[in-house]
């Protein structure tokens, strides 16, 4: 079977179906497509000659909640603080640098999605004043932009605000990029999308450089050459409610990785457990996904790799955080009640499993762990990996929800790698090269 990433679409697969050369062309195409996305140049290449003075064009994810009361207040400030050490790099070495970022999803200038009230808490972490402009393009920027002085930080407004963002527009990647002398993208959470700013601005700059900021190559780093070439015996936990959002990362940890265990929790797992002809009472089950789950446990098998379902699981009379609750065996799940996290022999197991790893991704909760009578599960996986951590196994976290309960426990700084990358980083686990990353110049060292 080929590899998933480097599988032809049906339109590719007939396009070249008069030439076998063709296809393999194809082929190799994906394959170094793949390659490229792991050795990017990142902004720590570049010395004082190359950025003293140079107007830089840095893409940086500010979508950041505000208080609906008081916009001057930041509840959570992670992503401001994440970008500093890039901006600080391009300050210290002389450069004029113009921070770029969409923040949530306006539907053109609506002032509560302005980047303006970032302005004073970034100003305070950089140590400098951070202007603001009125607008990312237009006259009035690129004269703003001629008066940054060397050091100077200059904040452009939402990028959202122009409908252009959502879409490739030649028009406004070109106003972008006339605003700057190189490229940086810090912002790998975006780096899915072909939008102005992630793949127009740089692939409109070269040949002048384009490179990966700090926490993008960091990202890289883990997520790529790690988790492809990882510390042995390699374990993932991969957990959330549905198997249709992590089939393809399941499948590509199974066929293309160096997987050797794999520990599935949450939701998805009674899919897995009809798919065997167990009754799940009333919880949730992907009916189109029990023969992709059935195909998942095959390849398992095929490819030598342990993949370990919960034994117990914690049911729950109704979804809600008063449930009334229990723990079963999954062969004795009642009718109308349903699983809402693993159990206590399923925590203990996976525990065992885990103790000879040298390597852990953990993507998705292992329960509904919003609620505390269901997070027993999530929160002693985040514990165990803390624990490894400390011991000196790798351990990466990423998905939304993974990263929200590491947050919530407080073991987040205790985890080699938290990826901030959301959809980004499940494209990347399924094999799917980013377009924003592939706009970037290659690492040729």
């Given at each position: 079977?080929?590899?998933?990433?480097?599988?032809?679409?049906?339109?590719?697969?007939?396009?070249?179906?008069?030439?076998?050369?063709?296809?393999?062309?194809?082929?190799?195409?994906?394959?170094?497509?793949?390659?490229?996305?792991?050795?990017?140049?990142?902004?720590?290449?570049?010395?004082?000659?190359?950025?003293?003075?140079?107007r830089v064009f840095l893409r940086v994810d500010l979508n950041v909640p505000l208080n609906d009361k008081n916009y001057n207040d930041i509840p959570d400030d992670t992503?401001?603080?994440?970008?500093?050490?890039?901006?600080?790099?391009?300050?210290?070495?002389?450069?004029?640098?113009?921070?770029?970022?969409?923040?949530?999803?306006?539907?053109?200038?609506?002032?509560?999605?302005?980047?303006?009230?970032?302005?004073?808490?970034?100003?305070?972490?950089?140590?400098?004043?951070?202007?603001?402009?009125?607008?990312?393009?237009?006259?009035?920027?690129?004269?703003?932009?001629?008066?940054?002085?060397?050091?100077?930080?200059?904040?452009?407004?939402?990028?959202?605000?122009?409908?252009?963002?959502?879409?490739?527009?030649?028009?406004?990647?070109?106003?972008?990029?006339?605003?700057?002398?190189?490229?940086?993208?810090?912002?790998?959470?975006?780096?899915?999308?072909?939008?102005?700013?992630?793949?127009?601005?740089?692939?409109?700059?070269?040949?002048?450089?384009?490179?990966?900021?700090?926490?993008?190559?960091?990202?890289?780093?883990?997520?790529?050459?790690?988790?492809?070439?990882?510390?042995?015996?390699?374990?993932?936990?991969?957990?959330?409610?549905?198997?249709?959002?992590?089939?393809?990362?399941?499948?590509?940890?199974?066929?293309?990785?160096?997987?050797?265990?794999?520990?599935?929790?949450?939701?998805?797992?009674?899919?897995?457990?009809?798919?065997?002809?167990?009754?799940?009472?009333?919880?949730?089950?992907?009916?189109?996904?029990?023969?992709?789950?059935?195909?998942?446990?095959?390849?398992?098998?095929?490819?030598?790799?342990?993949?370990?379902?919960?034994?117990?699981?914690?049911?729950?009379?109704?979804?809600?955080?008063?449930?009334?609750?229990?723990?079963?065996?999954?062969?004795?799940?009642?009718?109308?009640?349903?699983?809402?996290?693993?159990?206590?022999?399923?925590?203990?197991?996976?525990?065992?499993?885990?103790?000879?790893?040298?390597?852990?991704?953990?993507?998705?909760?292992?329960?509904?762990?919003?609620?505390?009578?269901?997070?027993?599960?999530?929160?002693?996986?985040?514990?165990?990996?803390?624990?490894?951590?400390?011991?000196?196994?790798?351990?990466?976290?990423?998905?939304?929800?993974?990263?929200?309960?590491?947050?919530?426990?407080?073991?987040?700084?205790?985890?080699?790698?938290?990826?901030?990358?959301?959809?980004?980083?499940?494209?990347?686990?399924?094999?799917?090269?980013?377009?924003?990353?592939?706009?970037?110049?290659?690492?040729?060292?």
């Amino acid at each position: 079977m080929l590899h998933a990433q480097f599988q032809l679409s049906k339109q590719e697969w007939e396009e070249s179906s008069h030439s076998r050369h063709t296809w393999w062309n194809l082929l190799e195409r994906r394959r170094l497509q793949l390659h490229r996305v792991m050795n990017k140049k990142c902004v720590g290449s570049l010395k004082e000659e190359d950025l003293k003075g140079k107007r830089v064009f840095l893409r940086v994810d500010l979508n950041v909640p505000l208080n609906d009361k008081n916009y001057n207040d930041i509840p959570d400030d992670t992503k401001l603080r994440a970008v500093v050490p890039t901006i600080e790099y391009l300050m210290q070495r002389g450069s004029r640098v113009i921070l770029a970022s969409h923040r949530g999803s306006p539907i053109g200038i609506t002032p509560k999605y302005s980047l303006k009230p970032l302005a004073p808490k970034l100003s305070k972490l950089l140590g400098v004043e951070v202007k603001t402009a009125n607008d990312c393009i237009g006259h009035q920027v690129a004269y703003m932009v001629r008066e940054i002085p060397e050091g100077g930080v200059l904040l452009l407004e939402n990028l959202r605000f122009h409908t252009e963002e959502r879409f490739l527009d030649d028009e406004f990647a070109n106003k972008m990029a006339s605003l700057a002398d190189l490229y940086v993208n810090h912002d790998f959470g975006s780096a899915h999308r072909s939008s102005p700013s992630i793949q127009g601005v740089p692939d409109r700059l070269k040949p002048k450089p384009t490179v990966a900021g700090f926490l993008m190559k960091r990202e890289l780093r883990y997520l790529t050459e790690v988790v492809k070439n990882p510390l042995m015996p390699f374990a993932a936990i991969v957990g959330g409610s549905k198997l249709s959002t992590k089939f393809g990362v399941i499948e590509n940890l199974l066929e293309n990785y160096k997987v050797n265990l794999l520990l599935l929790g949450g939701g998805l797992i009674f899919t897995f457990y009809k798919a065997q002809g167990y009754s799940v009472g009333s919880s949730l089950v992907e009916d189109v996904m029990l023969d992709p789950a059935k195909s998942l446990i095959e390849k398992a098998k095929e490819n030598g790799i342990s993949l370990i379902l919960p034994g117990d699981v914690v049911i729950a009379d109704k979804f809600s955080a008063g449930a009334n609750s229990k723990v079963v065996p999954v062969s004795k799940i009642p009718h109308n009640w349903m699983g809402l996290d693993i159990g206590p022999d399923a925590i203990a197991s996976f525990s065992a499993a885990l103790d000879t790893s040298k390597t852990i991704i953990w993507y998705g909760p292992m329960g509904v762990f919003e609620y505390d009578k269901f997070a027993a599960g999530t929160e002693s996986i985040a514990k165990k990996l803390a624990e490894l951590g400390g011991n000196g196994v790798t351990t990466i976290i990423t998905g939304g929800e993974s990263v929200a309960a590491v947050e919530k426990v407080g073991l987040a700084d205790k985890m080699s790698h938290v990826s901030m990358g959301g959809f980004a980083s499940k494209e990347l686990l399924e094999g799917i090269p980013l377009s924003g990353v592939l706009a970037l110049d290659d690492d040729d060292a």
